[in-house]
C-alpha cells in the first residue's frame, strides 16, 4: 500500500514538474544597447506633449536623446554604428503599462506550485511581489506582443498581502526587471455592507460585529507600524520587526518618499469608508477596482485619490445598471475630475488586451488621448514611476512601441519594442505555433506560399 502511494505521489510531482518545464519561455533575452538608434517619418505619439505627424526619435544608452521633426536629420551627422529606422507610415507610442497584474506570479492554475501570488498568512506586508516573479513566465511575451513593456504585480489572498511591485516585461533576473521592487502596500479593503446571501445564517448584529472586527484589524495592524516607528526613532538599538519595517514607506513618516496604498475596494461605501480612513492617517490612498468610484468622485477629489480601473471588459454589477456600466466608466471618472488609470479587466493570461479594453472606453465616449495616456503616462505617474516611463520625452527610458496603425485598434500589430533602449523579441509560444501550423498548412497544400 505504500509503495503504491509512493508511486502515486512521485508520478504527480513528475507531472507538475513537466508542466512548469512546458510553461518556460524559451525566448532570448535583450541584450544592453549599444549603438545609437533614429526612427525617423513615424507618428511620435508623445502623450505628454503634442503628436509629432513626420517625427523622429532617438535614443542611446536606454535615454530618449532626440524627439523633433524628421526635418531636424538634415542638421544631424550620424556616426557609422548609428541605426536608422525608416517608419514612414508606422506609429510610435510610449510602452503600455498594465498597472495591476499577476504577471510573473501565476503560470498554470491548476499547479499550486506554479502560482506565487498568494503568501501564507493574512497580513504579510513584508512580501514584495518582484522575488517571485518569474522572468521565464510564458505570459508576458503573450503580453509583450500586445504592447505591455511594464506590468505591476500585486500580491493577493489575506488582508495585507505584501507590496506590489513596477517590473520590466523583459530580464534575466527579477531584479533585471524591477523598475521599483515595493512600490506600495496592497490593501483588500473588506466589505462594510453586511451580506444577505442564503448561505450566511448569522444574524445581522454577528455580521455587523464581523465587519467591525475587519476594519479593527487593519487599524491595529497601521497603530502598531506607528507605534515601531516611533520606538525606533529613538531606540535604534531594539530588535528590527520585518512586518512593520516595510510598512515604514508608507507612513506619514517618510515624508517625500512615502510610498501609496493599494487598495482593492470597488462599492461605494467600501471606496468611501477606505478612503475616509487613510486619508484620516495620513497615508496616501490609490483605490483599485473603483467600480463605483464616480459615485465618490467629490470624494476622490478632494483628497486627490486616484482610481485604477479594473478593465472595461465586464458585466454590470446591479441589476438596475445600463448594459454598458464598464464601458463608460472611464469617461465618468474623467468628466467628474478624477484622476485614474485603465488595466485591464484581466490579470495574467489576457494582459495583452489592455489596448483594446481602452479602445472600448473610446467607442463610448470616451477622448482618445485620453485613452492613450490611461494605459502610459497616467499609470506610470500612480504607481511612481512617471520620472522614467509613460511618455516620449528627452530624458526618459527609451520603453517605446512601434506599431502599424492606432494602437487602441484591434487591427494593429506591434511591429518592433525596446525596453531602456534594448530592442525586445516580440515573438511568444503563440506566434510560434501560429508560425508552425501555417506552414503545416501550406506544405498540405491548403494555403498558399508566401
Known sequence: MNTIKHITTALAALACSALAAHAQDLTHKAPPQDHPVFIVGATVHTVSGETIDNGVVAFTEGRLTIISDAKIMQTIRLSAETEVIDAQGLHVYPGLIASDTQLGLTEINAVRASLDHNEVGDVTP???????????????PVSRTGGILTFASFPTGGRVPGRASVMRADAWTWEGMALDDAAGLVINWPSVRPSDGPFDTRSKSDRMDSIRKNLRDIDDLFSAAQAYADNRASNTADPID??????????????DAQEPVFISANDVDQITSAVTWATGRDLRPVIVGGRDAPLCADLLKAHDVPVIVSGTHGFPK???????DAFTLPKRLQDA????????????????????????????????????????????????????????????LATLILTDGDVLEVTSNVKRAWIDGREIDLSNKQTKLRDKYRDKYRQLGIIEKD
Open 318 to 324: 446591479r441589476n438596475d445598471s445600463p448594459f454598458d
Open 337 to 396: 475630475g478624477v484622476r485614474w488609470c485603465l488595466n485591464t479587466a484581466d490579470r495574467d493570461g489576457n494582459v495583452r488586451n489592455l489596448p483594446h479594453e481602452a479602445g472600448r472606453a473610446v467607442a463610448f465616449g470616451l477622448d482618445h488621448d485620453s485613452a492613450v495616456a490611461s494605459i502610459t503616462l497616467w499609470p506610470a505617474q500612480i504607481l511612481g514611476v512617471g520620472d522614467d516611463i509613460g511618455s516620449i520625452e528627452q530624458g526618459k
Open 242 to 255: 520585518l512586518r512593520y519595517e516595510a510598512m515604514l514607506e508608507v507612513m506619514p513618516g517618510a515624508g
Open 126 to 140: 513584508e512580501v514584495r511581489a518582484a522575488v517571485s516573479v518569474n522572468p521565464d513566465s510564458t505570459l508576458i
